[in-house]
Every structure is written in structure tokens, then in C-alpha cells.
């Protein structure tokens, strides 16, 4: 018996899942928190050692990485294997659900002045 059907994908990878379908058809975040030098921190999951969540098996697996410890967006998206649009998708979800917290690295404008940090530099070395 022969399936006449054209295979689009390697045997051995397995079923593929098209991005979209893992995102629900979405491109954007629904949050603009996640740059990539964004750290996530995991919380807890819900009920007795994370059971009755309804996660995505992309989505348990991104929050395991966090889990594990703080990691940036850009470190989730290379470990997780998934492109970083998706990843930061699944990420908005995670933290609209209340699973994951993010902390925004600071402005580049919102730094102190290399002048200053060079003097309190000198007059540390000073004392």
C-alpha cells in the first residue's frame, strides 16, 4: 500500500507544527516587556508541583527553562529551540497568566555619565 501523499518534512523530525498554530495565529506580544536582554524569572505553577495548568507543552517548557533560573528573552529563545517571535508570544502569555515576571534591563539614557563613574573610580583608588 502506497500513500500517495507528498511528505513535506523529514521522517525522522518527526510532525511539524506550523509557528502559528503555537501562537493561536498571533505575531505580536501583548506586551512590550520582553527585549532581548529582558531577564525572566519563573513563578510557581499553579496547584499541587504545577498540575491543572493548561500550558502548552512550548509553553511548559519555556517556563521550566525560566524555572531553572533567571534567563534573558534572547537565552529562552536559543535554548528552547523556537524563534524569538514566537518565544516572545508564549512569554506574554506566561505573564498575563501570572507565571513569570520580567525585569526590563535600564535605558541607555537613564545610566549615570561615564565622567562621574570615572571620577568616583579615581577617588576610590585615592582613598
Known amino acids: 500500500m502506497t500513500d500517495s501523499t507528498p511528505h513535506w518534512y523529514d521522517d525522522e523530525a518527526g510532525p511539524m507544527v506550523r509557528l502559528y498554530a503555537m501562537t493561536a495565529g498571533r505575531a505580536r506580544p501583548g506586551s512590550a516587556a520582553f527585549d532581548l536582554m529582558a531577564v525572566v524569572h519563573a513563578?510557581?505553577?499553579?496547584?499541587?508541583?504545577?498540575?491543572?495548568?493548561?500550558?502548552?507543552?512550548?509553553?511548559?517548557?519555556?517556563?521550566?527553562?525560566?524555572?531553572e533560573r533567571p534567563r534573558p528573552v534572547?537565552?529562552?529563545?536559543?535554548?528552547?529551540?523556537?524563534?524569538l517571535g514566537v518565544v516572545r508570544v508564549l512569554l506574554s502569555d506566561l505573564l498575563a497568566e501570572g507565571l513569570i515576571h520580567v525585569n526590563r534591563p535600564v535605558p541607555p539614557a537613564q545610566l549615570p555619565d561615564a565622567h562621574i563613574l570615572r571620577e568616583v573610580i579615581d577617588g576610590l583608588r585615592a582613598l
Do not use: T
Request: proline fraction near 11%.
Open 74 to 83: 534572547a537565552e529562552v529563545a536559543s535554548d528552547s529551540g523556537l524563534p
Open 43 to 67: 513563578d510557581s505553577l499553579p496547584g499541587p508541583d504545577g498540575e491543572g495548568s493548561a500550558l502548552s507543552p512550548e509553553q511548559y517548557a519555556i517556563h521550566a527553562l525560566c524555572a
